[in-house]
């Protein structure tokens, strides 16, 4: 079960902890610190994925296999890699 604690008390206890004065001030401190770790604004942006060109694959396939068929095996290999990488990463 978890155990909900309020605002107030999590601030006496930081206080506390801290060995700092009970005060109006102390508080308003602690109280804008939690709201400021609350209030997440920090977004993540995705940027879009972008699949190879026909041209960029044939590009790589020939660098690194040393010639370029007309879209045989390796380019479905290359293809099943790249849609494999899609699932992953959005």
């Known amino acids: 079960m ?5 605002q107030r008390d999590v601030i006496g206890k930081l206080l506390k902890d801290n060995n700092m004065p009970d005060t109006p001030t102390a508080r308003a401190i602690y109280r804008k610190m939690l709201e400021r770790d609350d209030d997440d604004d920090t977004q993540v942006y995705r ?3 972008v699949g190879l060109t026909e041209e960029e694959v044939s590009k790589i396939i020939d660098a690194e296999i040393g010639f370029n068929s007309c879209w045989g095996p390796e380019e479905s290999f290359a ?4 849609a494999k990488l899609k699932e992953k990463n959005t």
């Not at 978890?2 to 309020?6: A, D, F, T």
């Not at 293809?79 to 790249?82: G, K, L, N, P, V």
């Open 47 to 49: 940027k879009p994925w």
């Open 2 to 6: 978890i155990k909900r604690v309020s």
């Open 79 to 82: 293809r099943a890699i790249e």
